[in-house]
C-alpha cells in the first residue's frame, strides 16, 4: 500500500472557474452560484458534472477563507488582516449561504440523484439533508457575527506576555520555566501567567456571554431545545449521543482518575516533596535539567521529517512538500495567537501548520501531532469531491494522537540521550492519560452551560468550579489557588472558537492507543491500517472508518479500561527501565 502513495500533491487544474481567478467580494463570485442553482440537470453526466464544478467552487472559497485566517492568527495586530477575514464572514459568508441551502435542495430534490452510488454517496448526502434541516434565514447574520466574535480570543490571548528576569515572554514561551528545578521561580511564573490572565477575566466572560447568547438563540430559532442540541446535529453525531458522552465522563472518573493519582504520587516521590501543588506537575528534580529536543523552528521541522521517514518515507515526503510551500509557522512570538492546528486547504491539498514553539517536549507532541492532521490532508486530497475529504472529528484526532504514539519509537532524534529519550517517553505516556480528566471536565462543562444558557457570571463560577472539581486530582494542593482554578476554563481556545469540539480528542484518543496496541504486535500492520482509514477521507461512516483502522468504537467503561491497563503497563515498563540501568 504505502509503495503507491506520493507527496507530490498537485491542485487539480480548474474547469469551472479561470485559473487565475481571485475572490474580491461577493459579486466576483455571484455568477458561479447563478449558474449551479439554474443550470438544468437532464442526464447522470449533467449531475456528476455539476457535482465537480459545485466541488470546485466549494474547494476555492475554502482556501481562501483559510488563508484569511491563518494570516490573521500569524499576526493578531495587524488590523488590515484582522479587516480581511471580518471583511469575508460579515459581507460574503451570508450572501454564500442561501445559496449553499438551494444547491443542497436542489441536490436532495433531483430524481437523478437516486441514481447516484448509494455506497460512494451516502455520507455526502445525509450531511447534505442534515443541512437543509438546520437551515434558517434569520440564522445567516449570527453565524456571521460568532465567526468574527470568537477570533477576538485570538486576540485578546495574544496580547497576553509576561516579564520574567527582566525578559518579556508569551504566556507559551512562559511556560517552560514549570520544567526549571527552582521551585521559588517555578512558583513566580505559575503566578505570573496566571495573574495576567486574570487581568482580561472581565473581557472573556464578556466575550463568552456574548457567544452562549447568539449560540443559543441560533439553535431556537432552528427549533432545537438548546445549542448542545443543535451542535450535535450540525456536527454530524450521527453515532453516537449525549448521553454516550455523560457515560464517557463517568468511565474517566472510574477508570482514569486512579492512573493520574498514581502519576502525581510518583511526580511527588520524585520530587522529594512533603506536598505537590501545581507549579510541580512539569518540573524535574534538583540536578536534572528540562527536557530541550531543539533550540529553532527549523530544527524542531528538521527532526520531525527524519523521525516520519523512519516509519514511512510517504509521512516525510508530505512535511517536505509543505516546507517547499512555505506551509509552517511554527515558533512562538508577542502578536501571534496562541495555541497550535493544522489547516487544510482545499484546493492546493498541502495544508498548513501553525504553532508556538518554545523549545519544549511538548512542543515535539504538538508537531508530531499536527503533522498527522497534514498526512490526513495528502491522503484524503485525491478523492473526488471537496465534500468527501471532509471526514468526521473523531478519525481526525485519531491522525494525530495515534502518530503521537508512533513517531515515539523514532524519538532519539529529538533526545540523543537514553535516559531523556525514557524520560520523554514517560512524559507523553503520561499526557495520554492525564488529558482525559481534562477532556472530560471541558465537555461536562459545556453540556452545563448550553442546557443553561441564561446563567449569571457567579453561577457559570461555581459551576465550573464544581466540575472541575470532580475530575481534579487529589494529590496536588490548591490550597490558596482558587481564583485561578475558577477561571482557567478560559484558556481553553475550543470554548470561544469551536464550541462542542473537545469530546472528540477523548474519543480519538482511545482509537489512538488502540492503533499503538497493534502497532507494538505488529508495526506494518497498524501503519497499513491507518493509511487504509485515513485514505477514506469522509466517504464512510464513523464507524466503518475505525473499522477501516482495526479499531472498535467504542467507549465504554470496560473498553477505556481494557486500553488503560496497557498504557499503564507500557509506563510500568519504562519506569523499571529506569530502575535497572
Same mark, same amino acid.
Given at each position: 500500500m504505502s509503495k503507491t502513495l506520493s507527496a507530490n500533491i498537485e491542485k487539480p487544474k480548474r474547469v469551472f472557474l479561470p485559473e487565475n481567478f481571485v475572490i474580491s467580494d461577493w459579486n466576483s463570485i455571484s455568477s458561479y452560484f447563478e449558474d449551479l442553482a439554474e443550470r438544468p440537470l437532464n442526464s447522470g453526466a449533467d449531475l456528476e458534472k455539476w457535482l465537480k464544478d459545485m466541488s470546485e467552487l466549494e474547494a476555492v472559497i475554502s482556501e481562501d477563507v483559510s488563508w484569511r485566517h491563518i494570516r490573521m492568527t500569524c499576526n493578531t495586530e495587524d488590523k488590515k488582516l484582522q479587516d480581511n477575514f471580518t471583511y469575508f464572514m460579515m459581507e460574503v459568508q451570508p450572501k454564500i449561504q442561501p445559496y449553499a441551502d438551494r444547491l443542497n435542495r436542489k441536490l436532495v430534490d433531483s430524481p437523478l440523484t437516486g441514481s447516484l452510488d448509494k455506497q460512494k454517496y451516502f455520507t455526502y448526502l445525509r450531511s447534505v439533508k442534515k443541512s437543509i434541516e438546520l437551515f434558517r434565514e434569520e440564522n445567516i447574520p449570527i453565524q456571521s457575527e460568532l465567526s468574527v466574535l470568537g477570533q477576538q480570543f485570538g486576540a485578546i490571548s495574544g496580547k497576553m506576555t509576561v516579564t520574567i528576569k527582566d525578559q518579556e515572554y508569551t504566556l507559551q514561551q512562559a511556560m517552560k520555566f514549570l520544567e526549571?528545578?527552582?521551585?521559588?521561580?517555578?512558583?513566580?511564573?505559575?503566578?505570573?501567567v496566571n495573574d495576567r490572565r486574570l487581568q482580561d477575566k472581565e473581557a472573556l466572560n464578556n466575550l463568552f456571554t456574548q457567544l452562549v447568547t447568539r449560540r443559543d438563540q441560533m439553535a431556537r430559532n432552528a427549533g432545537f431545545l438548546n445549542f448542545r442540541d443543535y451542535k450535535f446535529v450540525e456536527m454530524g453525531r450521527f453515532d453516537y449521543t449525549k448521553e454516550d458522552c455523560f457515560r464517557f465522563h463517568d468511565s474517566v472518573k472510574q477508570h482514569v482518575l486512579p492512573l493520574v493519582e498514581i502519576i502525581n504520587k510518583y511526580?511527588?516521590?520524585?520530587?522529594?516533596?512533603? *506536598? %505537590?501543588?501545581?507549579?510541580?506537575?512539569?518540573?524535574?528534580?534538583?540536578?536534572?535539567?528540562?527536557?530541550?529536543?531543539?533550540?529553532?523552528?527549523? /530544527?524542531?521541522?528538521?527532526?520531525?521529517?527524519?523521525?516520519?521517514?523512519?516509519?514511512?518515507?510517504?509521512? !516525510?515526503?508530505?512535511?517536505? *512538500?509543505? &516546507?517547499?510551500?512555505?506551509?509552517?509557522?511554527?515558533?512562538?512570538?508577542? +502578536?501571534?495567537?496562541?495555541?497550535?492546528?493544522?489547516?487544510?486547504?482545499?484546493? =492546493?491539498?498541502?495544508?498548513?501548520?501553525?504553532?508556538? !514553539? !518554545?523549545?519544549?517536549?511538548?512542543?515535539?507532541?504538538?508537531?508530531?501531532?499536527?503533522?498527522?492532521?497534514?498526512?490526513? @490532508?495528502?491522503?484524503?486530497?485525491?478523492?473526488?469531491?471537496?465534500?468527501?475529504?471532509?471526514?468526521?472529528?473523531?478519525?481526525?484526532?485519531?491522525?494525530?494522537?495515534?502518530?503521537?504514539?508512533?513517531?515515539?519509537?523514532?524519538?532519539?532524534?529529538?533526545?540523543?540521550?537514553?535516559?531523556?529519550?525514557?524520560?520523554?517517553?514517560?512524559?507523553?505516556?503520561?499526557?495520554?492519560?492525564?488529558?482525559?480528566?481534562?477532556?472530560? *471536565?471541558?465537555?461536562?462543562?459545556?453540556?452545563?452551560?448550553?442546557?443553561?444558557?441564561?446563567?449569571?457570571?457567579?453561577?457559570?463560577? $461555581?459551576?465550573?468550579?464544581?466540575?472541575?472539581?470532580?475530575?481534579?486530582?487529589? *494529590?496536588?494542593?490548591? @490550597? #490558596?489557588?482558587?481564583?485561578?482554578?475558577?477561571?482557567?476554563?478560559?484558556?481553553?481556545?475550543?470554548?470561544?472558537?469551536?464550541?462542542?469540539?473537545?469530546?472528540?480528542? #477523548?474519543?480519538?484518543?482511545?482509537?489512538?492507543?488502540? %492503533?499503538?496496541? $497493534?502497532?507494538?504486535?505488529?508495526?506494518?500492520?497498524?501503519?497499513?491500517?491507518?493509511?487504509?482509514?485515513? @485514505?477514506?477521507? +469522509?466517504?464512510?461512516?464513523?464507524?466503518?472508518?475505525?473499522?477501516?483502522?482495526?479499531?472498535?468504537?467504542?467507549?465504554?467503561? =470496560?473498553?477505556? &479500561?481494557?486500553?488503560?491497563?496497557?498504557?499503564?503497563? /507500557?509506563?510500568?515498563?519504562?519506569?523499571?527501565? #529506569?530502575? =535497572?540501568?
Amino acid at each position: 500500500m504505502s509503495k503507491t502513495l506520493s507527496a507530490n500533491i498537485e491542485k487539480p487544474k480548474r474547469v469551472f472557474l479561470p485559473e487565475n481567478f481571485v475572490i474580491s467580494d461577493w459579486n466576483s463570485i455571484s455568477s458561479y452560484f447563478e449558474d449551479l442553482a439554474e443550470r438544468p440537470l437532464n442526464s447522470g453526466a449533467d449531475l456528476e458534472k455539476w457535482l465537480k464544478d459545485m466541488s470546485e467552487l466549494e474547494a476555492v472559497i475554502s482556501e481562501d477563507v483559510s488563508w484569511r485566517h491563518i494570516r490573521m492568527t500569524c499576526n493578531t495586530e495587524d488590523k488590515k488582516l484582522q479587516d480581511n477575514f471580518t471583511y469575508f464572514m460579515m459581507e460574503v459568508q451570508p450572501k454564500i449561504q442561501p445559496y449553499a441551502d438551494r444547491l443542497n435542495r436542489k441536490l436532495v430534490d433531483s430524481p437523478l440523484t437516486g441514481s447516484l452510488d448509494k455506497q460512494k454517496y451516502f455520507t455526502y448526502l445525509r450531511s447534505v439533508k442534515k443541512s437543509i434541516e438546520l437551515f434558517r434565514e434569520e440564522n445567516i447574520p449570527i453565524q456571521s457575527e460568532l465567526s468574527v466574535l470568537g477570533q477576538q480570543f485570538g486576540a485578546i490571548s495574544g496580547k497576553m506576555t509576561v516579564t520574567i528576569k527582566d525578559q518579556e515572554y508569551t504566556l507559551q514561551q512562559a511556560m517552560k520555566f514549570l520544567e526549571n528545578p527552582d521551585r521559588n521561580l517555578r512558583e513566580e511564573v505559575y503566578h505570573k501567567v496566571n495573574d495576567r490572565r486574570l487581568q482580561d477575566k472581565e473581557a472573556l466572560n464578556n466575550l463568552f456571554t456574548q457567544l452562549v447568547t447568539r449560540r443559543d438563540q441560533m439553535a431556537r430559532n432552528a427549533g432545537f431545545l438548546n445549542f448542545r442540541d443543535y451542535k450535535f446535529v450540525e456536527m454530524g453525531r450521527f453515532d453516537y449521543t449525549k448521553e454516550d458522552c455523560f457515560r464517557f465522563h463517568d468511565s474517566v472518573k472510574q477508570h482514569v482518575l486512579p492512573l493520574v493519582e498514581i502519576i502525581n504520587k510518583y511526580k511527588q516521590n520524585k520530587l522529594g516533596l512533603e *506536598t %505537590l501543588r501545581p507549579w510541580d506537575l512539569d518540573a524535574e528534580p534538583a540536578g536534572q535539567q528540562p527536557l530541550h529536543p531543539f533550540k529553532t523552528g527549523e /530544527e524542531l521541522l528538521e527532526k520531525t521529517v527524519f523521525c516520519f521517514s523512519r516509519l514511512r518515507p510517504f509521512f !516525510a515526503d508530505c512535511l517536505l *512538500t509543505m &516546507k517547499k510551500m512555505n506551509r509552517f509557522d511554527l515558533e512562538s512570538r508577542i +502578536g501571534k495567537a496562541p495555541g497550535g492546528y493544522n489547516c487544510p486547504l482545499a484546493e =492546493t491539498g498541502a495544508p498548513f501548520i501553525f504553532m508556538n !514553539a !518554545a523549545g519544549q517536549m511538548h512542543d515535539v507532541t504538538t508537531m508530531v501531532h499536527e503533522g498527522g492532521h497534514a498526512i490526513h @490532508s495528502f491522503l484524503s486530497h485525491h478523492l473526488e469531491l471537496s465534500a468527501f475529504k471532509e471526514y468526521p472529528m473523531e478519525i481526525a484526532e485519531v491522525a494525530s494522537m495515534a502518530m503521537e504514539l508512533f513517531s515515539m519509537e523514532n524519538w532519539e532524534i529529538y533526545f540523543e540521550d537514553p535516559e531523556e529519550l525514557r524520560r520523554a517517553k514517560i512524559q507523553q505516556l503520561e499526557r495520554v492519560i492525564t488529558i482525559f480528566p481534562w477532556i472530560a *471536565t471541558i465537555d461536562k462543562f459545556q453540556h452545563w452551560i448550553y442546557e443553561n444558557p441564561n446563567h449569571t457570571l457567579e453561577e457559570r463560577t $461555581q459551576n465550573w468550579y464544581r466540575i472541575y472539581q470532580e475530575f481534579n486530582s487529589k *494529590t496536588v494542593d490548591w @490550597s #490558596g489557588l482558587e481564583k485561578y482554578q475558577k477561571n482557567t476554563w478560559q484558556k481553553q481556545l475550543h470554548l470561544f472558537e469551536v464550541p462542542f469540539y473537545y469530546i472528540e480528542y #477523548g474519543i480519538a484518543q482511545l482509537g489512538a492507543i488502540g %492503533l499503538w496496541m $497493534q502497532f507494538k504486535k505488529n508495526k506494518d500492520s497498524a501503519l497499513d491500517h491507518y493509511v487504509q482509514a485515513l @485514505s477514506l477521507g +469522509g466517504t464512510k461512516t464513523l464507524p466503518e472508518l475505525y473499522e477501516a483502522a482495526g479499531l472498535k468504537f467504542d467507549f465504554s467503561g =470496560t473498553y477505556i &479500561k481494557e486500553l488503560m491497563d496497557f498504557i499503564e503497563k /507500557e509506563m510500568k515498563a519504562l519506569l523499571q527501565q #529506569g530502575n =535497572t540501568d
